[in-house]
């Protein structure tokens, strides 16, 4: 309220209107002396409540609320006789004062409120995201005997599935001439490979085997046995999401069980148990890591997003670690690039195709990563998928087409829901040009930077995985990049402190 400052007698005018605040532990539901309740008047936007001694017009207790219930308030009224009004404010006035009489049990029961103690709020606690720790981390001791160094080295992961619902024609081999392989360079896969062997590098591809339920197992063999006859490493991709609509048995199986059948799958199409496993979104976790363990892994790709659903001491790693005494957990390679000015932010960046600077500075990036961990792995990550373009298309000639292809020869695609609107749908037909010269720069980076390569075929013996996993610090290794000067550094990041020691001591597995 406000009043001239000359004029010391005026009356104050409301500037603004009074907000209540509320207190904790108000109840305005459960009936007591204190709580007065008033009549609702129709057309009423808000109610006060005026309590105050009779024949005195300035108010000891004056509340506004939108609802015609109030709590007394405590310590305010002590001797004498006191009355107390709620009035109905109704086109801008209020109304209907009555003078009702505040009785002793009424501030008794105020009193008694505000002694009682009051809980606190049940707020949303912070939780550590991850599932809680099973076992204790492993040992990379116990991963072989010896460790057997390798020097800084380079692996890069290629993860290689399909999206045949996003093909241009229902033709699984035409989905597989687009997106896998087709012998003149331009499918996606196909043109990672070439990209690779221009810059005698070999790459470990982690392949979706449960892709042959849209476009049959023997397309999928024949991408690997053209991988294995190139000098490529294989691995498995489990990544049942996108083909459970085509299968009655995927779609009722847990994430555990369907990656035991893919590993499976894995088998009878390679000719060989996977050594190494990468997974779909969302589908890490704590089971189906120690399924992975089960079936004998020995190595899990597992980057900053997918670690979330893994117990908390092993997220946010950049750096391999003993998930077991027996199982290595590789992340791909990170840097943070530091601000440049006092509105700038940092930013991170995984050592990915899909990263702009990640692929613009992969020579100075891996150098510097190479010279943070000595002995450590560098590992790059590349999706084919990402490099074609997706685009709208807006045909009802071509959907009809599609439609009706499916009927006759693909009924599974068309009970998987993979039928086409007349009114548009998404594509996959070109590659984007510019994510395949991210591409080729990543790999010509990677080339350049002076780190050898690994053999993906023969390089996870035990004495590698145990010198990668070894560290003598308790810091995870970074790449810092002050994007003022544009130069990269060596950095490291605390390890999880709480989490690992909460881990620690848990069962051993």
Same mark, same amino acid.
């Given at each position: /309220?406000?009043?001239?400052?000359?004029?010391?007698?005026?009356r104050?005018?409301? &500037?603004?209107?009074?907000?209540?605040?509320?207190?904790?532990?108000?109840d305005?539901?459960t009936?007591?002396?204190?709580?007065?309740?008033?009549?609702?008047?129709?057309?009423?936007?808000?109610?006060?409540?005026?309590?105050?001694?009779?024949?005195?017009?300035?108010?000891l207790?004056?509340?506004?609320r939108?609802?015609?219930?109030?709590?007394?308030?405590?310590?305010?009224?002590?001797?004498?006789?006191?009355?107390?009004?709620?009035?109905?404010?109704?086109?801008?006035?209020?109304?209907?004062?009555?003078?009702? @009489?505040?009785?002793?049990?009424?501030?008794v029961a105020?009193?008694?409120?505000?002694?009682?103690?009051?809980?606190?709020?049940? *707020?949303?606690?912070?939780?550590?995201?991850?599932?809680?720790?099973?076992?204790?981390?492993?040992?990379?001791d116990r991963?072989?005997?010896e460790?057997?160094?390798?020097?800084?080295?380079l692996?890069?992961?290629?993860?290689?599935?399909?999206?045949?619902?996003?093909?241009?024609?229902?033709?699984?081999?035409?989905v597989a001439?687009?997106?896998w392989?087709?012998?003149?360079?331009?499918?996606?896969?196909?043109?990672?490979?070439?990209?690779?062997?221009?810059?005698?590098?070999?790459?470990?591809? #982690?392949?979706?085997?449960?892709?042959?339920?849209a476009?049959g197992?023997?397309?999928?063999?024949?991408?690997?046995?053209?991988?294995?006859?190139?000098?490529?490493?294989?691995?498995?991709?489990?990544?049942?999401?996108? !083909?459970?609509? &085509?299968?009655?048995? &995927?779609?009722?199986?847990?994430?555990?069980?369907?990656?035991?059948?893919?590993? @499976?799958?894995?088998?009878?199409?390679?000719?060989?148990a996977?050594?190494?496993?990468?997974?779909?979104?969302?589908?890490?976790?704590? *089971?189906?890591?120690?399924?992975?363990?089960?079936?004998?892994?020995?190595?899990?790709?597992?980057?900053?997003?997918?670690?979330?659903?893994?117990?908390?001491?092993m997220?946010?790693?950049?750096a391999? #670690?003993?998930?077991?005494?027996?199982?290595?957990?590789?992340?791909?390679?990170?840097?943070?690039?530091?601000p440049?000015?006092?509105?700038?932010?940092?930013?991170?960046?995984?050592?990915?195709?899909?990263?702009?600077?990640?692929?613009?500075?992969?020579s100075d990036?891996?150098a510097?990563?190479?010279?943070?961990?000595?002995?450590?792995?560098?590992?790059?990550?590349?999706?084919?998928?990402?490099l074609?373009?997706r685009?709208?298309?807006?045909?009802?000639a071509?959907?009809?087409?599609?439609n009706?292809? /499916?009927?006759?020869?693909?009924p599974?695609?068309?009970?998987a829901? !993979?039928?086409?609107?007349?009114?548009?749908f998404?594509?996959l037909? *070109?590659?984007?040009?510019?994510?395949?010269?991210?591409?080729?720069?990543?790999?010509?980076?990677?080339?350049?930077?002076?780190?050898a390569?690994?053999?993906p075929?023969?390089?996870?013996? +035990?004495g590698? &995985?145990?010198? !990668?996993?070894?560290?003598?610090?308790?810091?995870?290794?970074?790449?810092?990049?002050?994007?003022?000067?544009?130069?990269?550094?060596p950095?490291?990041?605390?390890?999880y402190?709480?989490?690992?020691l909460?881990?620690?001591?848990?069962? +051993?597995?």
């Open positions: /309220m406000v009043r001239p400052v000359d004029d010391p007698e005026a104050f005018a409301r &500037l603004h209107d009074y907000a209540p605040i509320p207190r904790l532990g108000d305005f539901e009936p007591a002396e204190d709580l007065l309740i008033g009549d609702a008047a129709p057309g009423a936007d808000q109610y006060r409540l005026l309590v105050k001694k009779p024949d005195v017009d300035r108010p207790v004056d509340m506004v939108a609802e015609p219930r109030f709590l007394l308030p405590p310590g305010q009224l002590r001797d004498g006789q006191f009355e107390y009004d709620i009035l109905p404010r109704v086109r801008g006035r209020w109304r209907n004062r009555k003078g009702l @009489a505040v009785r002793t049990a009424m501030i105020a009193d008694e409120r505000a002694e009682r103690p009051v809980p606190l709020p049940a *707020d949303e606690t912070r939780t550590i995201r991850g599932a809680p720790a099973r076992h204790a981390p492993g040992r990379p991963l072989a005997s460790a057997v160094s390798t020097g800084s080295t692996l890069i992961a290629v993860d290689v599935t399909a999206r045949p619902d996003l093909a241009p024609l229902a033709d699984p081999r035409d001439a687009r997106q392989w087709a012998g003149d360079g331009t499918a996606a896969v196909e043109s990672v490979v070439l990209a690779l062997e221009a810059n005698a590098l070999k790459g470990l591809f #982690f392949i979706d085997v449960l892709a042959g339920e476009l197992d023997d397309l999928v063999r024949r991408l690997t046995d053209t991988l294995k006859k190139r000098g490529h490493g294989l691995g498995l991709m489990v990544n049942p999401e996108p !083909w459970r609509g &085509l299968s009655g048995d &995927l779609a009722e199986m847990n994430d555990v069980a369907a990656t035991s059948v893919a590993c @499976a799958r894995y088998e009878s199409i390679v000719g060989e996977p050594g190494a496993l990468s997974f779909g979104p969302g589908l890490l976790g704590a *089971d189906t890591l120690a399924e992975a363990r089960r079936l004998g892994v020995k190595v899990v790709l597992a980057d900053r997003a997918e670690q979330l659903g893994l117990p908390a001491w997220r946010w790693r950049t391999p #670690f003993a998930a077991y005494d027996d199982l290595l957990v590789i992340p791909a390679s990170m840097a943070l690039s530091t440049a000015h006092q509105r700038d932010r940092v930013v991170r960046h995984a050592l990915n195709a899909a990263d702009a600077m990640a692929a613009d500075a992969a990036l891996t510097a990563a190479a010279l943070a961990r000595p002995d450590g792995l560098i590992t790059a990550r590349i999706e084919p998928i990402e074609l373009r685009s709208m298309v807006r045909s009802a071509q959907a009809e087409a599609w009706q292809a /499916m009927a006759d020869r693909l599974a695609w068309a009970e829901g !993979w039928e086409r609107s007349p009114h548009g998404p594509v037909a *070109d590659r984007d040009e510019i994510k395949v010269e991210m591409m080729t720069a990543l790999i010509a980076g990677l080339g350049r930077a002076g780190v390569a690994i053999n075929r023969s390089a996870f013996t +035990p590698h &995985l145990r010198s !990668w996993a070894e560290t003598r610090e308790a810091f995870e290794p970074l790449v810092e990049q002050r994007r003022g000067p544009r130069r990269f550094r950095s490291a990041v605390r390890r402190d709480a989490a690992l909460q881990a620690l001591k848990a069962t +051993p597995a």
